[in-house]
Structure formats: C-alpha cells, structure tokens
C-alpha cells in the first residue's frame, strides 16, 4: 500500500473524483439500495486511492468502475452471498404477449422499472446498467466487468430479453 | 421461424458497435428479415423507456463531500512509524476533522437542521481542502511543552494548557492554530501507538461539562469543557485511548 502525495493527490481529484456520479451509480445498481451503496463507494474510492499508482494512464471511468464493481462484489459475496448465485428463470419470464405500447407505458412508470432491473441477476444487470445509464462501449464494460467482449454482447442481448418480458408481464398481467 | 442471425449481432448493431462491412452486411438482412426488425425497435423502446425513467442515480452532494474529506486524509495520513512523522500533514488531517466535528456537532445545534448543517459543513470544508492546497500549515514541530505553549499561547490568544504525556503514551508531537468561525483555535497534536490523535482547545464561556463522545466518518471524538475552555479530541484510534487522554489532560494542572 502505497500512499498519495499532495501532487498525486491533486492529479487523483483531477482524472478520479469526477466519476463518483458513476461510481456510486454503478453500486447502487449493484447493490440495490442507496445506504449500503454510499459506504461501498466510499470504500471502493479509498481503494482508487491507495491503487492509484498504479494506474498509468488510460480510461479513468473503466478502470475506477473496475474497482468499484469488484467491491460490489465482494460485499456482496460477505453480505448476501443468496444474490450471486441468483439465476433468471427464462421459462418463467420469457412469456411475453406485451405489444410495444404497453412496453411505453410501463416505461413511464419509474418504479417499475427500478424494480424490474433490480430483479435481473447482478451479472445482467450490471452490463444493462454500464451500457444504457453509463453508456459504456462493449470494450469499456468487457474491462470493467472481465468477461470477453462475446460475452459482453450476449449478456446485454439475454439481459436485455429479460427486463424487455419482466416489463412486458408485470405491465398488463396475464395473456388473453 | 427463427433467424440466422445471432442476436448478439442484432445487439451489436443496435449499439453501433458492428464494424462498417459487418454493419452493411446486417442491414442488408434487415431488409429482409421481419423478426430483427421487429427486434430493433423492441431495443429503442426499451432504451428509450430507461432514458425516460432517469434511472441514473448520480452521487449526493453529502457523500461528494465525504469521499473528499476520505481522500484528503488518506493523501496525507502516514503509515508507518518509520517514516517520517509528517506533522503538518496531520496537522491538515486535524484541521480537517476540526471542522466537520465542529460544524456538525456545534453550529448543528443552533440551526438543527441535517441538510442545513451538511451544507454549510461542506462548504467549509471545502474551502479548507482549497486552503490547504496553496501551501504548507505553519505550527511549531516539538515535544518541549514550554515550546509549544509560548508558540500557540500567543497565537491562539489565551493560555493554552501544554502537556506532554510521553511517559502515559502519548506523546506531544506539536501544535498549531486555526480560526473556525471567526475565532483562534489552539489546535494540540499527540500521537499513540503510531496514530496522531489532534486535541482542539478554545475558549468558551459555557460551565465545565462531563465529556461526550462520538463518531464520523470512522473516526472518534470526544469533547468536553473545564476552565472556560472547551476540549474536542479526535483521532480513528481507539475511543478508549481518547478517554484516557481527556483523563489525563483534565487531571493535569
């Protein structure tokens, strides 16, 4: 562990501090409520900080969401071990009947789709989150997250499935 | 009927990130093809359902300002006993906790009220994290008591009680002063264990009180006052450390 000086410092306000709003985005996603997510993005700041050297340059967002994701996790894995191992049931969820329209209209409905992205498992969420909140690039969400750049693509494609139907179902209930 | 394209592609196409012949190539099957076509604009009124909802939760002003406080200290706080005590680092550290302790315990109590309170600590914080930028703190560095008391005494505007308790483990490393709202603060820095621990002192008009005691930010204070002058040790060691020091300075002359 190495400490900053007052000019690593100032460079570290400089390039790190302005992605806290995705650092604490990221979390909250994650871990699904705002109190945990500020300690751990707390936590996961302080951890920038005492990596900082070695960070040569680069994307400053992918390689602080890298940290902040791997925090996640790691509370996660001390706190509700339950939720990594969390698995989408596609049969159960993939009966969409929905019609585009009730799609909109469940989109105007903030909480349900809080809630329909919160219940995606952690591994889709978190790609669906860095690609439409942060607008990542495949590439930036492959560093960020470790999986092949293939893998990335169809994690966002299933995730993207299963939100789509979760939304769908919950929007109008049962099929005719 | 399902189509020979990969989704994946479909997906990759949505996003823009198909390279350009590969891209060409998808949106000649497009044309043809209902099933993706269909897909695509399932994808836009989804990303357009997210973008309407403003899911992105951006940081708080309140937890801005701790991870700044965080950063500052962890830029300046030593690690080891082997290097170097870098005094005016923890000087700025101290600085630092004086206010947040100060302006949330004390200014809190006048306007009680939390968001009132976070703002304007934040704010004075802020402007110390600035002050601290332009330069060294001045202080005196020494464990002689009779050297930091004529240093702060002067300063500080009135009689600062100096003592070194080196032989009880706490060694006086040095002192400095502060202005918090308009007034000196005589600002005393001891360490324990490898951990410096910063008593503030100044003057009041209020009755001697029993300490009390508390936590921000994982760090521990304890406040109290004797003499007409009012106490706030701070410190992340242990809270019984910072009793035993409050026990010791009270009990010295």
């Given at each position: 562990m190495s400490e900053l000086g007052l000019e690593d410092r100032e460079r570290f306000e400089q390039?790190?501090?302005?992605?806290v709003d995705a650092a604490f985005n990221l979390a909250r996603w994650l871990l699904r409520g705002r109190t945990d997510s500020e300690d751990v993005a707390q936590e996961a700041l302080l951890r920038a900080c005492r990596f900082f050297?070695?960070?040569?340059?680069?994307?400053v967002r992918a390689w602080l969401l890298q940290i902040v994701r791997n925090t996640c996790y790691t509370w996660l894995e001390k706190n509700r071990p339950l939720e990594l191992s969390m698995e989408f049931d596609e049969e159960l969820h993939l009966q969409t009947c929905a019609t585009p329209e009730t799609l909109a209209i469940a989109g105007d409905d903030r909480k349900r789709l809080t809630l329909a992205l919160e219940r995606l498992p952690p591994r889709f969420r978190e790609v669906l989150v860095l690609r439409?909140?942060?607008?990542?690039?495949y590439k930036e969400i492959a560093a960020i997250t470790s999986i092949p750049i293939g893998t990335v693509m169809s994690s966002l494609s299933r995730a993207r499935r299963q939100l789509y139907s979760a939304l769908t179902n919950s929007s109008q209930g049962a099929c005719p | 009927m399902r189509c020979d394209f990969s989704d994946s592609l479909l997906q990759g196409y949505f996003d823009g990130e198909l390279s350009g012949p590969r891209a060409a190539e998808f949106e000649r099957h497009l044309r043809r093809c209902v099933q993706c076509a269909t897909g695509l604009v399932d994808l836009d009124l989804l990303r357009d359902s997210l973008q309407l909802a403003q899911l992105y939760e951006p940081a708080t002003a309140s937890l801005r300002r701790k991870i700044k406080i965080n950063v500052s200290l962890h830029a300046i706080?030593?690690?080891?006993?082997?290097?170097?005590?870098r005094l005016w680092h923890w000087l700025a550290a101290a600085a630092v906790l004086l206010f947040v302790v100060i302006v949330l315990g004390r200014v809190g109590q006048m306007f009680n009220s939390d968001d009132y309170q976070a703002e304007l600590a934040g704010e004075i914080v802020d402007a110390h994290l600035r002050s601290l930028q332009l330069g060294p703190m001045t202080g005196i560095a020494s464990n002689a008591e009779g050297d930091v008391k004529g240093w702060l005494d002067g300063r500080a505007g009135f009689a600062v009680p100096v003592r070194d308790f080196t032989n009880k483990g706490f060694a006086l490393k040095g002192g400095r002063v502060d202005v918090i709202e308009g007034r000196a603060v005589a600002v005393l820095v001891y360490e324990r264990n490898g951990r410096p621990i910063n008593v503030f002192i100044w003057r009041t008009r209020e009755q001697d009180s029993p300490p009390r005691t508390g936590s921000r930010q994982s760090f521990q204070w304890v406040d109290w006052r004797r003499g007409k002058m009012e106490f706030c040790a701070v410190s992340d060691a242990d809270p019984i450390d910072l009793e035993q020091l409050h026990q010791l300075m009270n009990s010295s002359g």
């Amino acid at each position: 562990m190495s400490e900053l000086g007052l000019e690593d410092r100032e460079r570290f306000e400089q390039l790190v501090l302005p992605h806290v709003d995705a650092a604490f985005n990221l979390a909250r996603w994650l871990l699904r409520g705002r109190t945990d997510s500020e300690d751990v993005a707390q936590e996961a700041l302080l951890r920038a900080c005492r990596f900082f050297g070695g960070f040569h340059g680069g994307d400053v967002r992918a390689w602080l969401l890298q940290i902040v994701r791997n925090t996640c996790y790691t509370w996660l894995e001390k706190n509700r071990p339950l939720e990594l191992s969390m698995e989408f049931d596609e049969e159960l969820h993939l009966q969409t009947c929905a019609t585009p329209e009730t799609l909109a209209i469940a989109g105007d409905d903030r909480k349900r789709l809080t809630l329909a992205l919160e219940r995606l498992p952690p591994r889709f969420r978190e790609v669906l989150v860095l690609r439409e909140l942060e607008g990542c690039s495949y590439k930036e969400i492959a560093a960020i997250t470790s999986i092949p750049i293939g893998t990335v693509m169809s994690s966002l494609s299933r995730a993207r499935r299963q939100l789509y139907s979760a939304l769908t179902n919950s929007s109008q209930g049962a099929c005719p | 009927m399902r189509c020979d394209f990969s989704d994946s592609l479909l997906q990759g196409y949505f996003d823009g990130e198909l390279s350009g012949p590969r891209a060409a190539e998808f949106e000649r099957h497009l044309r043809r093809c209902v099933q993706c076509a269909t897909g695509l604009v399932d994808l836009d009124l989804l990303r357009d359902s997210l973008q309407l909802a403003q899911l992105y939760e951006p940081a708080t002003a309140s937890l801005r300002r701790k991870i700044k406080i965080n950063v500052s200290l962890h830029a300046i706080a030593p690690t080891t006993a082997a290097s170097r005590p870098r005094l005016w680092h923890w000087l700025a550290a101290a600085a630092v906790l004086l206010f947040v302790v100060i302006v949330l315990g004390r200014v809190g109590q006048m306007f009680n009220s939390d968001d009132y309170q976070a703002e304007l600590a934040g704010e004075i914080v802020d402007a110390h994290l600035r002050s601290l930028q332009l330069g060294p703190m001045t202080g005196i560095a020494s464990n002689a008591e009779g050297d930091v008391k004529g240093w702060l005494d002067g300063r500080a505007g009135f009689a600062v009680p100096v003592r070194d308790f080196t032989n009880k483990g706490f060694a006086l490393k040095g002192g400095r002063v502060d202005v918090i709202e308009g007034r000196a603060v005589a600002v005393l820095v001891y360490e324990r264990n490898g951990r410096p621990i910063n008593v503030f002192i100044w003057r009041t008009r209020e009755q001697d009180s029993p300490p009390r005691t508390g936590s921000r930010q994982s760090f521990q204070w304890v406040d109290w006052r004797r003499g007409k002058m009012e106490f706030c040790a701070v410190s992340d060691a242990d809270p019984i450390d910072l009793e035993q020091l409050h026990q010791l300075m009270n009990s010295s002359g």
